[in-house]
């Protein structure tokens, strides 16, 4: 990808993550999202069509960079401890960037967290799991780590648990 092509696009995502912090109750418009990144309306909408589509693919590089990246996906499986220990990680490391973009865009959120594990579930394993496997886990997941539990060791604990218990169940 071309250099200024990818310097825009991230531009764009940055002022749209600054927009959010500055009022997360509302979409930050298009004339909002240019002025802040420098750009004009015409360069916006060479990159997305809308707000919404702008707002999707920033929640799926959020997604991809808090619970996909880096991380070793057969493991949500077998180690949940090790998977979810490095999720609460990028989580804290993340925490202010992403806290007003979540509280409003929970539920897209948790949907894209779905999807994207289930795509990589899927090529980690394609025969060995199911989609109620997978819906268990990537929305059980997304939906612990915005609770208030998801910094209590103990919850944590008790999380992977049952994970283990019913990855056991379903391989029987």
């Not at 916006?44 to 996909?68: C, H, P, Q, W």
């Not at 057969?74 to 960037?97: C, D, I, R, W």
């Not at 999807?115 to 886990?137: G, H, M, N, S, W």
């Amino acid at each position: 990808m071309d250099r200024r092509i990818k310097k825009t696009n991230t531009a764009i995502c940055k002022a749209y993550l600054q927009a959010k912090n500055s009022h997360p109750e509302t979409e930050p418009s298009v004339k909002e999202i240019c002025a802040i990144a420098d750009i004009n309306k015409t360069t916006f909408y060479r990159y997305y069509t809308d707000i919404n589509e702008l707002s999707r693919a920033v929640i799926g590089a959020m997604v991809n960079k808090l619970l996909i990246e880096n991380i070793e996906i057969e493991k949500v499986l077998t180690e949940p401890e090790s998977y979810f220990s490095h999720v609460l990680k990028n989580f804290k490391e993340h925490e202010n960037q992403i806290n007003a973009f979540i509280a409003h865009n929970h539920v897209e959120f948790i949907f894209e967290a779905e999807r994207l594990l289930k795509i990589k579930l899927k090529e980690a394993a394609p025969d060995k799991y199911d989609e109620i496997l997978y819906t268990f886990i990537a929305g059980g997941a997304a939906h612990y780590f915005l609770s208030e539990n998801y910094n209590d060791e103990n919850e944590l604990q008790k999380f992977c648990s049952i994970i283990k218990a019913v990855t056991v169940a379903y391989n029987k």
